[in-house]
């Protein structure tokens, strides 16, 4: 997936917000890189049951990896 913030970002607790979604196998390696040269990204990950599964914040203030495994496989949501 690749996208661009903004188009369709939602303005939630002071911050814009965009959600993507993504179809998560359990057991395999996915990972999530976000850059910006304008904000410190920060990344969260919620499994099929809507409950945070992972999360990140750039240290860097330019990007964040985030690297997991889902426990289940399903439908993922990315909130950056």
Same mark, same amino acid.
């Given at each position: 997936?690749? #996208?661009? &913030?903004?188009?369709?970002?939602? &303005?939630? *607790?002071?911050?814009? @917000? ?7 196998? #359990? *057991? @395999?390696?996915?990972?999530? @890189?976000?850059?910006? !040269?304008?904000? =410190?990204?920060?990344?969260?990950? !919620?499994?099929?049951? *809507?409950?945070?599964?992972? *999360?990140? &914040? ?6 964040? $990896? &985030?690297?997991?495994?889902? =426990? !289940? $496989? ?7």
């Amino acid at each position: 997936l690749q #996208a661009e &913030l903004g188009r369709t970002s939602v &303005l939630a *607790g002071g911050f814009h @917000r965009d959600t993507y979604r993504f179809a998560g196998v #359990a *057991g @395999r390696e996915h990972v999530i @890189r976000v850059s910006s !040269s304008a904000f =410190a990204p920060t990344i969260v990950v !919620s499994g099929p049951g *809507g409950a945070p599964v992972a *999360g990140e &914040l750039a240290r860097s203030g330019t990007g964040a $990896t &985030l690297t997991f495994r889902p =426990a !289940s $496989t399903g439908t993922h949501t990315v909130v950056v």
